[in-house]
């Protein structure tokens, strides 16, 4: 594997199920992103992690719990998640975050999610 | 807060036909200005960036933007596009002083006919 990875590809919860997306990235990147894309909007940025630690929360629901267990790997935990939750999650990682830059952000296909 | 501002939300356009794809951005300071492509079922992927010095950019597969400071612009062009141009593309922003956390446009479908 190469570049950012992300599965699911596709998911489909109720609004009563709890899921999970990963991300994993093979670029030996420091920082990881989980960004929202909806239909005809901005990507949002949901949260940031740099050196395994959150540096960003955008004000996103407590529905949405990320974990980052190191620098390769991000989670986003998912649970009681409302129709209006259906979008395209991105995963995107780059070399550091915090400090210098600006560094090029690596994306991941997405996971496509409907919330029924 | 800096804003990004895409005037087009599709553009339609001939094959070997030029294209400008229009961006406008907010802010009270300084800022790094970016486009990224983003291909049908993929993620997003960088074309050019303009961080300093020259205001003409060039990028990959034959894009160039000018960042034009006086009127807070960074215009996408391609003299001549393919099918293969077909994407969605995405504008996109940060303060030069935090130079890592970009806010985007809402993009800017180009669909390329033959």
């Known amino acids: 594997e190469t570049g950012v990875t992300q599965t699911p590809r596709h998911l489909v919860m109720g609004m009563t199920n709890k899921k999970s997306l990963k991300c994993e990235q093979h670029?030996?990147?420091?920082?990881m992103y989980w960004y929202k894309q909806s239909a005809k909007k901005p990507l949002e940025l949901m949260f940031v992690y740099n050196f395994k630690e959150q540096t960003e929360n955008n004000s996103v629901p407590s529905r949405f719990s990320p974990e980052c267990p190191n620098s390769s790997h991000l989670f986003l935990h998912l649970h009681t998640l409302q129709p209006e939750d259906s979008a395209l999650y991105l995963c995107a990682s780059s070399q550091g975050y915090l400090a210098g830059g600006p560094y090029e952000q690596y994306f991941g296909p997405g996971t496509r999610l409907t919330v029924t | 807060a800096q804003s990004v501002t895409q005037l087009d939300s599709q553009v339609p356009v001939f094959e070997e036909a030029p294209v400008e794809l229009r961006c406008n951005y907010s802010s009270s300071v300084s800022v790094y200005l970016f486009w990224y492509v983003q291909y049908p079922n993929q993620g997003l992927q960088l074309l050019l960036k303009?961080?300093?010095?020259?205001?003409l950019v060039k990028g990959i597969n034959g894009f160039e933007a000018e960042f034009n400071k006086s009127q807070t612009s960074f215009h996408l062009r391609k003299p001549s596009v393919h099918i293969s141009d077909t994407a969605e593309y995405f504008c996109a922003v940060s303060l030069m002083e935090y130079g890592n956390k970009l806010v985007f446009g809402a993009g800017t479908i180009l669909r390329v006919k033959s």
């Open positions: 303009y961080l300093s010095g020259s205001t």
């Open positions: 670029l030996g990147h420091n920082a």
